[in-house]
């Protein structure tokens, strides 16, 4: 079972653009989502992390918006750079952060 | 600081031969996961240490695979033996669990596992 559905599997923006992700949840026990960022030959690295007691967090370029009602949250790249071409995971837990779900990816190229 | 160190970088191994892996956490974290990330997906956990406790290994296929983590430092994944699906990425991570401090997760760089 699937539990957290990610979309776009991919998606092309110009330099300069929003690069926007969705993530989907089923499990109400979830109440960690972190976004990795994963490059080729690379493991993922944490980009950023939301709890659910906040409807957005800001770092950077890179925004989580979060909807609890609805389950579902996504990533705002702002500002899109070609250093940000990767392969980007959201992710949920429980509580305690330490069993990760991973949805299956947006391979994300950034056109200079 | 170091980060999760892995190796072999590169496997490659014909069907029916037994393979392991090895990982080194970040020092002082207590909690070490095995994942396998298939081509074009995200990583699926497949066993998780608290210390040397395998506190969850519900998605470890335990007929050919195996973990220990001796001494609740460095850890060793093995199949014994491999089949043509085994073909993966094997992320190892760490973090640090207790009460009061947040709970990130730090990969390693992974073993590319080719299975012939």
């Known amino acids: 079972q699937q539990q957290v559905k990610q979309s776009p599997q991919s998606l092309i923006v110009q330099k300069g653009g929003i690069s926007i992700i969705n993530c989907a949840y089923e499990?109400?026990?979830?109440?960690?989502f972190p976004w990795y960022q994963q490059f080729p030959g690379k493991g993922p690295a944490l980009l950023i992390a939301?709890?659910?007691?906040?409807s957005e967090k800001k770092e950077g370029r890179f925004t989580i918006s979060f909807n609890k009602s609805a389950k579902q949250f996504s990533l705002h790249i702002m500002d899109s750079q070609p250093g940000d071409s990767a392969t980007y995971f959201c992710?949920?837990?429980?509580?305690?952060?330490?069993?990760?779900?991973f949805g299956g990816g947006t391979r994300v190229l950034v056109k200079p | 600081e170091a980060g999760v160190v892995q190796s072999p970088r590169y496997k490659i191994i014909e069907k029916k031969q037994p393979v392991a892996f090895w990982c080194n956490p970040i020092?002082?974290?207590?909690?070490l996961y095995w994942y396998r990330q298939n081509l074009g997906q995200g990583p699926e956990l497949l066993i998780r240490?608290?210390?040397?406790?395998?506190?969850?290994d519900s998605q470890l296929p335990k007929d050919r695979f195996s973990a220990e983590r001796l001494k609740g430092v460095d850890s060793t994944l093995k199949i014994q033996p491999a089949e043509l699906g085994d073909s993966a990425v094997y992320l190892c991570?760490?973090?640090?669990?207790?009460?009061?401090?947040?709970?990130?997760?730090?990969f390693g760089p992974g073993t590319r596992l080719t299975v012939t």
């Open positions: 991570a760490s973090s640090l669990y207790g009460t009061g401090v947040t709970y990130e997760q730090y």
């Open positions: 499990n109400t026990a979830f109440d960690y």
């Open positions: 939301i709890r659910p007691d906040v």
């Open positions: 992710a949920a837990s429980g509580a305690a952060g330490n069993k990760l779900t």
């Open positions: 020092s002082g974290h207590n909690t």
């Open positions: 240490y608290e210390n040397e406790e395998a506190v969850d």
